[in-house]
């Protein structure tokens, strides 16, 4: 059974820093991109950014909301990915969700959704 | 980047109903279009990807139709543990874009 957990979330000053994990299992790890989607309070969902796998050199794609103050990176000897976020500024408040990412038909797709941790940005 | 339009916003139907979502690209995303359902206080769920195609496990009363830049979602037959926000995603280029999603209310 796949299954992705997140973790690291919790509350934070302006300008702070923090670090969210998703441990994978239940699949080979190593093989599939990885996304990251945040959803604030009563909002939709905004997709984050993107990790590719090794045969992909782990190359990264970022959404311009996040672009050089988070960094994505995994460990697949650990099967975890990882969101380091600096700078951080009210508006990145939202649950964060870790997915799997799937070949859909000539594209990539998220298929399996982590259960989300909630980050929350405020002095 | 390419907008993510979906029609209508919220939508009130009874069970049983046959329920349509458009979703509608602001370019060409040939067929590189997802589906989701999202319960209150849960994650989403992964519905449809390449605009028609179910993903594992998603029941048949769902399905999606479209390409290039308009597409729907019908639930052909709508049950209690249907009413959810449905929100759709092109994958065609970066960044990834979503849709602002529809919300589907018993009436």
């Known amino acids: 059974e796949v299954q992705l957990v997140e973790s690291g979330g919790g509350l934070v000053q302006p300008g702070g820093s923090l670090r969210l994990s998703c441990a994978a299992s239940?699949?080979?790890?190593?093989?599939?991109?990885m996304d990251w989607v945040r959803q604030a309070p009563g909002k939709g969902l905004e997709w984050v950014g993107r990790?590719?796998?090794?045969?992909?050199?782990?190359?990264?794609e970022y959404a311009a909301s996040v672009r050089g103050r988070f960094t994505i990176s995994r460990d697949d000897s650990k099967n975890s990915l990882y969101l380091q976020m600096n700078s951080l500024k009210t508006e990145d408040t939202a649950v964060y969700y870790c997915?799997?990412?799937?070949?859909?038909?000539?594209?990539?797709?998220?298929?399996?959704w982590g259960q989300g941790t909630l980050v929350t940005v405020s002095s | 980047d390419i907008q993510m339009t979906q029609s209508p916003s919220s939508l009130s139907a009874s069970v049983g109903d046959r329920v349509t979502i458009t979703c509608r690209a602001s370019?060409?995303?040939?067929?590189?279009l997802a589906w989701f359902q999202q319960k209150p206080g849960k994650a989403p769920k992964s519905l449809i990807y390449?605009?028609?195609s179910l993903h594992g496990g998603v029941p048949s009363k769902f399905s999606g139709s479209g390409s290039g830049t308009e597409f729907t979602l019908t639930i052909s037959s709508l049950q209690p543990e249907d009413f959810a926000t449905y929100y759709c995603?092109?994958?065609?280029?970066?960044?990834?874009?979503f849709g602002g999603g529809t919300k589907v209310e018993i009436k």
């Open positions: 997915n799997r990412v799937r070949h859909c038909s000539g594209g990539s797709c998220p298929d399996y």
């Open positions: 239940g699949f080979t790890f190593s093989d599939h991109y």
């Open positions: 990790i590719r796998n090794k045969a992909y050199s782990y190359t990264t």
């Open positions: 370019q060409d995303i040939t067929n590189y």
């Open positions: 390449a605009a028609s």
């Open positions: 995603q092109q994958y065609k280029s970066y960044p990834l874009t």
